[in-house]
């Protein structure tokens, strides 16, 4: 069962994360007593300690895609968690062009503190513990490979829905009902040219796929100029499932 998320920042747009008008850190889940880092932006393990997390208690880190403001602290919280390798975590999930491409984002030596690399891509399905952690539709995104990511117990389903540009073929690939989904919602309107989901595809998303929860983060200085509460409360009105803008520090319990 899903026990609770951390929002370790809620940045999105260049501007607001590197001038760190909010954090980049990422999200820490606590799922079915696992604990899994989601894309560690700039400042990610100063986020951890400040929140009181501890990084050697994290078995699991997913890096939805190469883009600094979701890895770039991966390799200062590998080197952490893992006390410089000598004690390996067990599963890192990414996409290959994040560890493989031209210019990956984590250092060679790291590897040796990761007991098993799992790529993710579309067909990803890897079992941890009790959890599945399932990758879905390729994004499109300029730059880096993005995948959406799924991860389910047998009680509940959270669904991550990184950066990119909204077309139809996501309400399909994306699950629906999840006990919870978040999006990487940059843009109140979408910007025909830049490949990044708005409020405007959000709202679609919601009540087309109907989670039981939907929660806004990775904002640009247009979405917080137009306040990211008003517009989570706009996306409610319309789809009437219960919708919040993240905050720097927001953790929600679920269980
Ligand atoms: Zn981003
Ligand atoms: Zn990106």
Redesign the pocket.
Known sequence: MLNWIKFLGTG?GRVVVFRQLRQSGGMWLRFSGVNILIDPGPGSLIRIFENGLEPKDLNVVILSHR?L??SSDINAVLESATESTKKPIDLLVAPKDALEGEEPVLLKYLRKGIKDIVYLDEKTDVSYKNLEIKGIIKHIHRGADTYGINITDDKSSFVYVP?GKFFDDMLSAYPANADIMVF?TTFVKPRGNVQHLSAEDVKKMVSHLKPKKAVIT?FSVEMLKANPKSVAEDIQKETKVPTIAAEDNMKLIFS
């Open positions: 999105g883009h403001d979701h950066c990487n990775h």
